[in-house]
């Protein structure tokens, strides 16, 4: 429903027109991949902001020139971080619930293997502005 009432509503066209005036090509992938993080945080839903912020994002890395593949690794891996780390998020509250354990414990334990994945694209993305 997020999906078809943000490109309905005319969010997805006005990121995508506010994106092209304000981002930047050397900060797009951080900050591509860190916004699709809080959303996918906010909604619980990595396909959700995929869908949404994704969308926008492809939209405004062609506008600059960034190639697709770049950006769309930006946006899975900021909407993947977001949705494993999110309270609202469908696996992160089964998996607690099936093995017994407390939901922010899960979250707790799963710091160590999710933000070290998102720290190191998070690294490679600022490398690769050297080069776009």
Not at 58 to 79: D, T
Request: aromatic share 10%; net charge neutral.
């Amino acid at each position: 429903m997020l999906i078809g009432t943000w490109i309905l509503g005319g969010v997805v066209q006005t990121l995508i027109y506010y994106g092209l005036m304000i981002l930047s090509p050397k900060i797009f992938l951080v900050t591509v991949c860190l916004l699709c993080c809080v959303t996918s945080l906010a909604t619980g839903s990595s396909w959700t902001t995929a869908g949404t912020v994704g969308i926008a994002a492809i939209g405004v890395g062609q506008g600059m020139g960034i190639p697709l593949p770049m950006v769309a690794g930006a946006i899975i891996s900021g909407a993947y971080f977001g949705d494993k780390m999110s309270p609202l998020s469908d696996t992160t509250n089964l998996a607690p619930a099936v093995s017994g354990s407390e939901l922010f414990e899960h979250i707790r334990h799963m710091v160590y293997t999710v933000t070290p994945s998102l720290l190191i694209a998070l690294i490679l993305y600022t490398f690769f502005r050297f080069y776009s």
